[in-house]
DNA sequence: GTCTATAACCTGATAGAC
DNA sequence: GTCTATCAGGTTATAGAC
């Protein structure tokens, strides 16, 4: 029941966000009603926690350990970091979304989550891997948050403007889907732009 | 009075988005109370569009004189586009957020507002003159909502995640302005790299 | 564990006095 | 025009019965 409550809490959160996530809405998708939801999570702020928690658990390690394969090329590990986020996001295509708006409603739960999740660990090993590859010259010297920038930037972008890109960017005949596969090579091609060092 | 009105509801819609602004808080700010509020914009819905429009003239049309200017290099345009959303985003930092959160909210509201305020006339013109310089073979043949996403996406990245910027991208020393002077270039470069061609 | 009932509060909106 | 008073509806959260 408690998972159930989760998934279901995870669901809603994802689509509406923090603040327009009523209780009685997650009871209701349960099947139980608002008093037993606080009976397993005591508030919504608990609750949304043990949520957000699962959440970047699912979206940032995944980079992690394709960051530090050295023995691939640039381009290649970009193509796998790009594949595996375009799975991810294709069944949660709100989520790009969902992680601004929860950062920039309170930067802390994101800092705090992260620490109790033993994440910075691990980001710094990842960290600590490019920057070495910079220094022995096989990348490119860029700061690290501009890498950031691009990648997500690039990455988010039509996830963020997703109803926008349905509206206005698609032709009749297209689809979601298929435009992405068409932006794919945009972004190795300008992360390679960034990174890569000219042999 | 009502001017006023609408420049500090503007502050709050763009700082909380509209679903967390309380008509409420809006009246305090002006110094008034809630039903005088009421009395001026009947409801929250219309006061939010008549901000919302305003908004928009500020972001929209920004980018189509400078897009047009085909006398100037790409690289060059480029620059002026980044200086002028500079400008207007150092000012509003969280204006990224507030579009994209409401678009996601509802998309209507911006084609609704985009089309009342005349401005897809403009926006043709200005897509058509780039298409343009496309097949003239001036600029490299790129599907125009891949210039929307690299431009808004390394445009848009530092402020959608500047808390987490402030927080965990920055050195001690560091301000959000001076980092931002030193992304520009990298802007540059990588609109370069997707539209520029080889001479 | 799950329910009903209820408390305490905040929201947008309106009626009517001044 | 701006106020007080009020309404109807929504929210989170809890107490207590079963």
Redesign the pocket.
């Known amino acids: ?1 408690e998972n159930k409550i989760i998934n279901t809490a995870m669901t809603v959160f994802i689509e509406k966000g923090y603040a327009e ?5 997650i009871a209701a998708r349960v099947g ?5 939801l ?3 999570f ?4 608990k609750m949304f926690e043990a949520v957000f928690g699962d959440i970047i658990l699912s979206i940032v390690p995944k980079i992690f350990d394709i960051l530090i394969q050295r023995d691939k090329k640039i381009g290649v590990r970009i193509e796998e970091i790009v594949d595996t986020y375009y799975t991810l996001l294709l069944e949660n295509p709100k989520l790009p979304m969902f992680i601004i708006r929860e950062i920039n409603r309170d930067v802390n739960l994101l800092i705090n989550t992260v620490t109790k999740l033993n994440l910075p660990n691990r980001f710094i090993e990842a960290l600590d891997s490019i920057q070495e590859e910079m220094n022995e010259g096989k990348l490119k010297n860029v700061p690290i948050r501009f890498v950031f920038y691009n990648l997500y930037g690039l990455l988010s972008m039509p996830f963020l403007s997703q109803d926008l890109t349905h509206r206005l960017l698609l032709q009749d005949n297209e689809n979601f889907e298929e435009m992405l596969e068409e932006w794919k090579p945009y972004i190795i091609s300008q992360m390679e732009n960034l990174l890569k060092v000219e042999e």
């Open positions: 029941m996530t009523s209780m009685s809405e139980i009603n608002r008093p037993a606080h009976y397993y005591r508030t919504k702020d």
